[in-house]
């Protein structure tokens, strides 16, 4: 339950909450550990609740029925999935899997609408994440249809960096999870062969690094202007 505490104080989807209905939220959770590989859910499964990540990391995609896989974002600790279903009552919109060994919080849909009925800022807090994660839905579209190439990798690295970066010296920023390029074309939404050369000449340039396996942005204001429309 500490452990739950901590995450509902320092996440970033419930930053602005006020701590006492944080510490509300963190009595209606139910710790689980999953392995790697496992699917918490998929595409059109009946949502019935949402969940924290405490540890470990996990990737959200889609599946064609050829079974093409489009990744559209992957979470680490501080983020929740699935917070949808609170909401809307309607199937899981996406597939979740786990990348690593993860510890998570579950928070059934029956209980959160019986606290949030009782607090409705709660109900007013979801709302925000969920307008956030349309925003951010609307970027990856615009992105898509009018950035070129190094823009749309630009903003796959900005967008990792949310989750899972850690500062270093001179304004760099590391992305502490080890990414193959496969996965950030995935996520751009591009041929891997075409983003391994956008990677390799801004590796030569100096806007990035690789440090122990890890990408490091090095050249964030060059990033972050690639990335804009």
Wanted: with cysteine.
């Amino acid at each position: 339950m500490a452990e739950i505490k901590d995450f509902l104080k320092n996440s970033f989807s419930l930053e602005g909450l006020d701590p006492e209905l944080a510490v509300g939220l963190s009595r209606l959770a139910r710790p689980m550990k999953i392995s790697a590989g496992t699917i918490l859910f998929e595409n059109g499964d009946p949502g019935n609740g949402c969940y924290a990540v405490l540890e470990g990391s996990l990737k959200v995609s889609l599946l064609s029925v050829e079974g093409d896989e489009q990744l559209l974002a992957v979470l680490g600790p501080g983020d929740l999935v699935g917070e949808l279903a609170l909401l809307d009552g309607r199937p899981r919109s996406a597939t979740v899997i786990s990348l690593k060994e993860a510890q998570l919080a579950f928070i059934d849909k029956a209980a959160f609408q019986r606290f949030a009925d009782e607090n409705p800022a709660v109900y007013r807090h979801m709302l925000s994440i969920v307008g956030k994660r349309l925003r951010h839905a609307n970027d990856v579209l615009a992105a898509r249809s009018f950035l070129p190439l190094p823009g749309r990798v630009a903003q796959t690295l900005l967008q990792l960096a949310e989750t899972f970066g850690k500062p270093l010296d001179d304004g760099r920023l590391l992305i502490h999870y080890k990414l193959s390029q496969a996965d950030i074309a995935n996520m751009a939404g591009a041929a891997r062969e075409n983003v391994s050369r956008v990677l390799n000449d801004w590796k030569r340039a100096g806007t990035i690094s690789r440090i122990s396996g890890y990408y490091c942005l090095e050249q964030m204001d060059f990033l972050e202007k690639a990335s804009t429309l």
